[in-house]
T-cell receptor
């Protein structure tokens, strides 16, 4: 059972455009949603996260929009840069569970 | 300075041989995890541990053993390596709530 789903599987945008990566989940007890960024040959690194009590979280060009009712969230990358080309993982967890659930990732390519 | 290190970074093993992957963290975290990454599957949890000398099964533990001799060290052991275990393996650590994970650089394992 895939509890965290990401779409699209791959995404290509031009430099300067806004990339939108989607994530949905099934378990309503999840209350923390981190996004990880992974470059080829490296381990994933925490990029930005949001708690379920919030509906928006911004960090520079990266913004998470969260819809608790629909169990959906999205990561918006504004003014996309070629250096943003990476795989992005959405994850979900609940405090005390210790085992986050990861989506399968979205591969983003930003063309100059 | 890296907080989670893995060794070796790559390894070629023969089918039926024993493989040990090592992980060391300096985050002072209680929780440590082993994941494997395959194209199209994202990150899948193999084993995790929340205290030294104790390990727990993750979502795909078959064919793997784990060892946590100290808070800082966590090993993944393949007693009889198989072709299907060719993958990239990541170690991670997290705080007591398990919200944010800090990943190592990965070990690329090829079983021939």
């Amino acid at each position: 059972q895939q509890q965290v789903r990401q779409s699209p599987q791959s995404l290509t945008v031009w430099e300067g455009e806004t990339a939108i990566l989607n994530c949905s989940y099934e378990d309503s007890t999840f209350n923390y949603f981190p996004w990880y960024q992974q470059f080829p040959g490296e381990g994933p690194a925490l990029l930005i996260s949001i708690r379920s009590v919030s509906d928006k979280k911004e960090d520079g060009r990266f913004t998470i929009f969260f819809n608790k009712r629909e169990k959906k969230l999205s990561l918006h990358i504004t003014d996309s840069q070629p250096g943003d080309s990476a795989t992005y993982f959405c994850a979900a967890s609940r405090g005390g569970n210790y085992k986050p659930t990861f989506g399968k990732g979205t591969s983003l390519v930003v063309h100059p | 300075e890296a907080a989670v290190t893995q060794s070796p970074r790559s390894k070629v093993a023969v089918t039926g041989g024993k493989v040990t992957l090592s992980c060391h963290q300096t985050n002072n975290h209680d929780y440590m995890y082993w994941y494997r990454q395959d194209t199209g599957h994202g990150l899948r949890l193999i084993h995790y541990s929340y205290v030294a000398d104790s390990t727990e099964k993750g979502d795909i533990p078959d064919g793997y053993k784990a060892s946590r001799p100290s808070q800082e060290n966590f090993s993944l052991i393949l007693e009889l390596a198989s072709l299907s275990q060719t993958a990239v393996y990541f170690c991670a650590s997290s705080d007591e709530q398990g919200y944010e994970q800090y990943f190592g650089p990965g070990t690329r394992l090829t079983v021939l």
